[in-house]
């Protein structure tokens, strides 16, 4: 059930929107998240879809996503849910989104994600980076630039998660050196590229087949 402090905001948000008395009508909670509660939830303004969790958690987790998912929508390559909008409802923090049903892949539905996601790595920057952190599942994302893809995949990417699988003794010390072994190897084995806005996170669970049989991405780590 959709906490009552997130129902109260919910209708608080769509009667400014839509008029007033707009409340929640019924709700049903959706599995599949590994950290934050989601559900579906009807109203009279229509049906969405909410994730939520204790702010305490992940303060600004919710906000990033929002952010993310609004930058990948503004350049009109590929599919992502609506940000409706988020928030902080007593103890919890919560982000409402379209809510997008279920289809049945097209006969062409992976050639046309293929050309999507191409277009969508066409747009570039200056650099390599955002000028905003986020996460990365629980763990933060720092996205700080640098000017050669290599040095930005070992000190934003690579290096924050050896160091916190070393520090949790989760991996050897020998496995420690293989990886500063590959950071010395990085700029020959990948090739030079211009900086390429990406999902992040793009996962066989983190998309989905929109209502017209065509690929709709979730759950950003841009």
């Not at 009807?42 to 952010?67: C, H, Q, V, W």
């Not at 892949?105 to 390599?128: E, M, Y």
């Not at 991996?171 to 999902?199: C, K, W």
């Amino acid at each position: 059930m959709i906490p009552p402090a997130i129902q109260t905001e919910i209708g608080s948000f769509f009667s400014r929107e839509y008029g007033t008395g707009i409340r929640v009508l019924s709700s049903s909670g959706i599995g599949g998240g590994c950290i934050n509660d989601a559900a579906w939830f009807e109203t009279s303004a229509g049906k969405f879809f909410i994730k939520y969790n204790l702010a305490s958690r992940y303060p600004d987790m919710f906000e990033k996503e929002a952010l993310g998912l609004k930058l990948i929508s503004g350049m009109g390559n590929i599919r992502v849910p609506e940000v409706v909008f988020s928030g902080t409802a007593g103890e919890y923090t919560y982000l409402v989104l379209e809510y997008i049903e279920q289809g049945t892949r097209r006969r062409d539905f992976w050639d046309d994600f293929g050309r999507s996601l191409a277009a969508l790595h066409r747009n570039s920057a200056k650099a390599f980076g955002l000028d905003l952190d986020n996460y990365m599942g629980s763990l933060r994302q720092s996205n700080r630039f640098h000017d050669e893809w290599h040095d930005f995949f070992i000190s934003e990417r690579l290096e924050p998660l050896v160091k916190l699988a070393r520090d949790a003794h989760e991996i050897s010390s020998a496995t420690v050196s293989s990886f500063e072994n590959l950071y010395l190897r990085l700029p020959d084995i990948i090739p030079r590229e211009q900086p390429a806005l990406l999902h992040g996170d793009l996962w066989g669970g983190n998309f989905m087949v929109a209502e017209e049989g065509k690929v709709c991405l979730i759950d950003p780590a841009i």
